[in-house]
């Protein structure tokens, strides 16, 4: 399974490439805006992780529901953020 990861929390970046070795997946780093729509574009990915705190997380998310609404998203949301503008997401997992 290939999953793209567009967050800044480097903490949970390590904990997540430890549990994917171990399960012998693959992540795809997709912190940069165009690595991450060329990634949903080319169907790389099997799921997604994002932040909620990123300024392109409601595009993206629009953008992977448009292209496979199927696809799992996972949002990494900051209990400050109003994750209203991107309840799209399959799980939303809060953090602070």
Do not use: G, H, W
Request: hydrophobic share 45%; with cysteine.
């Amino acid at each position: 399974m290939k999953i793209a990861i567009s967050t800044n929390e480097v903490d949970f970046i390590n904990a997540f490439l430890k549990k994917i070795k171990e399960q012998s997946n693959e992540m795809i780093n997709a912190k940069i805006e165009s690595i991450l729509f060329n990634c949903i574009e080319s169907n790389l990915a099997d799921a997604y992780i994002l932040s909620n705190n990123s300024l392109f997380s409601k595009k993206a998310i629009d953008f992977i529901k448009k292209a496979n609404p199927y696809i799992p998203i996972v949002l990494l949301n900051d209990e400050d953020v109003d994750i209203l503008n991107t309840s799209r997401a399959d799980i939303i997992i809060s953090y602070n």
